[in-house]
């Protein structure tokens, strides 16, 4: 109900249809199912839908990690396909480093890592988070 929640203040993401696992300060995992709508032209989860992923796990555990008192964006994301994407996609977001209070925005790195079910990497992605003080 949470991941819905989520999807309606944020609709894009509904297209992949994720589930939260886990969310708190420090780490988020979600995963999304394998079906046709997240597929590409060989049957695997396109890179995409992968992208998606990553970038709601990324954002959910940057919510919950920062002070109150700041706010983030997304400001740019480098990715690396490490394999067929096939079955149920596993993704777990950490940040790379603290993220703290500050008088002036700073970036905060975010690695994505998703496994498939057997657990082997398929994807990988390192969000850079522009976090700043709430107006």
């Keep these: 109900m949470f991941a819905r929640a989520v999807c309606w203040r944020a609709p ?3 297209s992949i249809a994720p589930r939260i696992a886990v969310l708190e ?3 988020c995992e979600a ?3 394998h079906r ?4 590409n032209h060989i049957g695997t989860v396109h890179a ?3 992208c998606n992923l990553a970038e709601f796990a990324g954002g959910l555990v940057t919510d919950v990690s920062i002070p109150p008192s700041m706010r983030w964006i997304p400001k740019g994301m480098q990715v ?5 994407a096939n079955g149920t996609m596993h993704a777990v977001a950490t940040p790379d480093i603290p993220a703290v209070e500050a008088a002036q925005g700073y970036e905060l790195p975010v690695t994505v890592l998703v496994s498939d079910p057997q657990a082997a ?3 990988r992605a390192r969000i850079a988070m522009w ?3 709430r107006r």
Excluded: D, M, N, Q
Aim: proline content about 11%; hydrophobic content about 45%.
């Design 12 to 14: 894009y993401f509904a």
């Design 121 to 123: 990497p398929v994807f």
């Design 48 to 50: 995409i839908a992968l």
């Design 31 to 33: 995963s999304i199912a």
């Design 131 to 133: 976090v700043s003080p």
């Design 80 to 84: 690396e396909y490490l394999g067929k």
């Design 36 to 39: 046709r709508k997240v597929t």
């Design 25 to 27: 300060p420090g780490r």
